[in-house]
């Protein structure tokens, strides 16, 4: 039966996607909540909690006010807040009982925006989506207000541009989040990385930037989508910007764009996680050693990406425990978070690689950085 | 004093998370607000408490930001094997399917466990109560699909937590509510129920119901499912916390016997009312009050001379009663500065009222309010705290880490507290490590039960 899960975690909900995504810009974030939303982040999803100061915050809904649609509470509350702290912007975000009772969260931004003169923002998470949903619209959201407030249009973009033809190409990293890529430093292997290859990193949104970088994206010669959750913002920048967009992050220091080898081996290999890492790893395996590999994407994303990945190699999108559990039977070595172990056959073998998204902070000390080293073919040769 | 940390608040901002007891309202001293979550994790919550039910399997049925802190709850008690779930996901908001899926979620999930449990703990949420789903037939659904399995009807409903039954005490109600009626009571079972902890066995009540000649029974006890059915063929429930009384109350009703109520005290004349109440229920006789007393005032002796002037912070989470207890060591020459709590219980007034009188100064510091995000001690390992919260909030690892009570009872609360406090004192601990644990202690008092 879909929708159950006997023996799995599961991942981390959108709510969190649109607190991690935020949580360095020196923003308040606040998630209309009854309570316990933010002791889960904070304790499961937030590897920087302790390290970096951040205004996250549960509005502490009540069944009264729920019941009675008593929104001015949460907005004075927002705003009382605000007041204190002075945050650079304002995002409200939802769970399950606003979601039931019609709260409108863009709306009640541009309430509190009006009273604050804060920039306000409002992001209609459910609680009942993935992290990549909810971190994939706060990036949207953010990009597109701070972008609009500082009304560049793509003219002016055009005169700006004309830089030095031996200047460095300016690349903005879409999509980064310790969800996806911990705090062991592939952020900084990701920016390296980009660096090697001659360009200039305008910055890993949203990890070791500030609000004021997002306003400079717009300067990108070019995007790097490194997770599904950037591929929306790579999508607007791209249709009002005409800024073009690669997918794929890179693997022991190799951006893999297409198939580039031939299967010589008759094992097969599952990689189960988040669709671009999941493709991506999926790729080097392919081009380095010769093994079918299909990613099995276990969390949302978009369809369009999908399709895309689908025309380079074989992707699955595979999200109830039982359809996973099935699919696995079709492959001899199988790449996943440890908590995908209990449905996975004994007689496979199983290559741990733990996610912050799906095992929380169980096993973060043993995240690999797969960006920079040869964790992962290291790891297929042994079964090889 | 807290300093304040970054560069966000003056020291007005911070003024509305601390107040001065002479100055504070009862029982509520902060104004409600945009909430703050303090990385200290040692308090037990529903999926905790649940795990000390035999033979069961909890099964949460809810959306996914709400089973991502569950799931890994168990995950990181390495229960993964007692637990599933069952997601809600939007459409089922709006499509009429709410009730089947629960009906048939949890049956596909006792489908697939290896081994079936004889107890599955359904755990509902807020979305269930906002939609006004009909429990009754969602059970009696479940009841006829798998008819070898008994149902525990559980909730995660924080929204409630301010109307009606909150989530704590309706828990621990809910864990002793497949307790059948006996066909016949035994006239000489205690049973001690609502705990996280077991009474520790050094605590007078073990004393005074042996000495009754009553056999004792917690749920911790209890191994199996029929073992667990034994606690409702005693004629006495205790509870020995608030949250708990709710569950006293019904095992009485349902079940026969009589309930007592009769909490965790720092105060001698209470604990001596205390344990001779509870002597009197079940004709046992009165323990030698004084010796007790001048053993506890040894021991705070003791720890007082080698502690001396070091400041002490105590939160709510060390144990129910934190301004009872901040008497308790004021009076005995401690220098307890602050106590961290976002509200006080009403039993507390008697001592709230001395405390104002007698120490105005002490210091009540809110711990959710949002200002409390920026506050935390600059002198590393100043205080001594008594409590996880108190000992993140002053930074210290020189702290007791008693969580509600931990299990101590009586004057041996006392005693284990003045112990506790001269070892804290003597021997650092790593207090970010251990507040961090998730339902501190729950593992090792579950481990028994696993599959």
Known sequence: ????????????????????????????????????????????????????????????????????????????????????????????????????????????ARVIEARTSIPSIGVASTGMKSYVDGASKALLKIVKRIVSARNVSRETLEKSASKESDAAKRVSVLGVTPLDFSINGQDKSITSFLESKGYDVLGNFCMDVELSDIGNITSSDETLVVSAIGYEAAKFLKEEYDIPYEIGLPINGVLHKKITNDITSDKRIAILGEGVTSYSIALSIINTLGVKTVPIVTVDIAKDLLDRMNTVTETKHLIYEDDIKEELKNYDIVIADPLFRPIVGKDKAFINLPTECFSGRIYRKDIPDIVATSFIEDAVKKYL | MLKKIGDVFDDKNLDKAYVRIKDSSFPTPFPGGVEFSAPVRGVWNIVHVGMLMPEAHEVFVCGGCCLRGVVLTAAEMNATDRFSTVTVEEKNLFDGTLEDLIVDGVTDCIAKLPDKPKVIQVYTNCIHHFAGIDFDNVYERLEKKNPDRKFMRCFMNPIMRKSGLAPDPLMRKQLFSLLEKPTEKDGKLFAVIGNDYPINKDSELREIVNAAGYKYIEIQDCNTYEEYQEIAKASTFLTTYLPAVPAGESCAMRLGGKHIYKPIAFDYDEIRETLDAIADEICAPHIDHESKIAECEKLLSDAKDIIKEMPIAIDYTFAPRPLSLAYLLLTHGFKVECVFADSFSKEEEKAYDALCEEYPDLLIYATSRYEMRYVRENDKDKYLALGQKAAYFMNTDYFVNFVIGSGHFGYEIIRALSVEMIDAYKNKKNADEIISVKGWGCEEECSRLQV
Not at chain 1, 19 to 42: F, I, K, P, Q
């Open chain 1, 1 to 108: 039966m879909q929708q159950t899960s006997s023996v799995i975690s599961t991942y981390s909900a959108d709510t969190f996607g649109v607190c991690s995504m935020l949580y360095e810009l020196g923003g308040m974030v606040v998630m209309h909540d009854a309570s316990g939303c933010n002791s889960t982040y904070s304790t499961h999803d937030e590897p920087r909690w302790n390290k970096i100061r951040s205004n996250i915050f549960v509005s502490a809904v009540t069944q009264m006010e729920a019941l009675m649609g008593d929104e001015e509470k949460f907005i004075t509350d927002v705003i009382a807040a605000a007041k204190d702290l002075n945050p650079k912007f304002i995002a409200i975000c939802g769970t399950p009982i606003p979601t039931m009772v019609g709260f409108d969260f863009e709306a009640v």
